[in-house]
């Protein structure tokens, strides 16, 4: 079955530093892959998406590349800011014309410190 | 901006209540999505309806919880009666997967507090 491995939070950084969240997925398919991100106390937002191989999405700064070769969808941000504070998502959805579900990870918690 | 909205945004009921959440998904999506996230259990798919019909429930105490489309403008779900452990935020989510590769569109939540 499909599943969404995300890096064990949470994360703690710096304003400005790097950041990378690894997701890495296993799909019998050819998935599209997204990130969500869920601020305190609202829903959950998409925040970029990639729906074949090798390609990037990006959003707000962030972005991650739909790597098949390593099953691995990394998010990725050059500069954080404390607003980027927020618990994030990696999910996937394989093409199933029978089946919508999304399969999400576990979420990774990130705070950004000033 | 379209968006999913969801009402109540907050619920505090006693042990044995009926509890209603109800959701209205974007104009013209076609899937709706019902989920609900503890801290212990986190992200868990509770039910999906296309096009009103309901395609999977799996993920639903069936002996307590019932999801409906009355129409394509409200998904409604509802616990009775309900208990402590139903304490959790349920989202709604809709979405056009055909068209969109499967992007969901969450609503902000109810948070449920059974008492």
């Known amino acids: 079955g499909n599943s969404v491995t995300q890096m064990e939070g949470p994360v703690t950084l710096s304003e400005e530093a790097f950041l990378t969240i690894n997701c890495t997925y296993t799909a019998t398919g050819y998935p599209s892959l997204f990130w969500y991100v869920q601020y305190p106390g609202e829903g959950l937002q998409l925040l970029l998406k990639a729906t074949k191989a090798d390609d990037k999405g990006s959003n707000k700064g962030f972005e991650a590349t739909y790597r098949k070769e390593t099953t691995s969808f990394h998010l990725e941000k050059g500069s954080v800011q404390v607003s980027d504070s927020a618990v994030y998502f990696c999910?996937?959805?394989?093409?199933?014309?029978?089946?919508?579900?999304?399969?999400f990870g576990t979420g990774t918690r990130l705070t950004i410190i000033p | 901006d379209a968006r999913v909205t969801q009402t109540p945004r907050h619920k505090v009921t006693e042990m044995g209540q009926e509890v209603t959440m109800r959701c209205q998904p974007i104009l013209g999506h076609n899937t709706v999505f019902w989920y609900r996230q503890t801290m212990m259990q986190g992200l868990e798919l509770l039910a999906y309806f296309r096009n009103r019909a309901p395609l999977d429930d799996s993920g639903m105490p069936k002996d307590r919880f019932s999801a409906e489309m009355p129409d394509a403008t409200l998904a409604t779900l509802k616990i009775q009666p309900s208990e402590p452990r139903d304490s959790a935020v349920y989202f709604c989510a809709s979405g056009l997967p055909r068209r969109d590769r499967g992007t969901q569109y969450f609503g902000p939540g109810t948070r449920l507090l059974v008492l």
């Open positions: 999910a996937l959805r394989d093409f199933d014309f029978g089946n919508e579900k999304l399969t």
